[in-house]
């Protein structure tokens, strides 16, 4: 198993950066497929950005040439920033870990894009 924690959600203004990290414990993070998602109230939860074991990674195409997904495996950390931002970007950000199928969540962080 691994448990997942994100940090970094905030108000931001439009145009605005932020960066999002998400700390992994409990197991062997470089083997896990990380990816960020999102959702708005009422919504389903979206996928934003994922980087394979391998650190391939791909995007929305709504995030495409804006965010970034990376990984540091010595620190068990996936980190997502986030440039350019619009007020459609305003959601509740989910790390995600997947292994053998087996998905697990963090607990999210608010993300607001608002002048």
């Known amino acids: 198993q691994v448990q997942l924690v994100e940090f970094g959600g905030g108000l931001v203004q439009p145009g605005g950066s932020l960066r999002l990290s998400c700390a992994a414990s409990?197991?062997?993070?470089?083997?896990?497929?990380m990816a960020w998602y999102r959702q708005a109230p009422g919504k389903q939860r979206e996928l934003v950005a994922f980087?394979?074991?391998?650190?391939?990674?791909n995007y929305a195409d709504s995030v495409q040439d804006r965010f970034t997904i990376s990984r540091d495996n010595a620190k068990n950390t996936v980190y997502l920033q986030m440039n350019n931002l619009k007020h459609e970007d305003t959601d509740v950000y989910y790390c995600?870990?997947?292994?053998?199928?087996?998905?697990?969540w963090g607990q999210g962080t608010h993300v607001t894009v608002s002048s």
């Open positions: 995600n870990a997947k292994k053998y199928g087996i998905p697990y």
């Open positions: 409990g197991s062997i993070f470089s083997s896990y497929e």
């Open positions: 980087i394979s074991s391998g650190e391939l990674t």
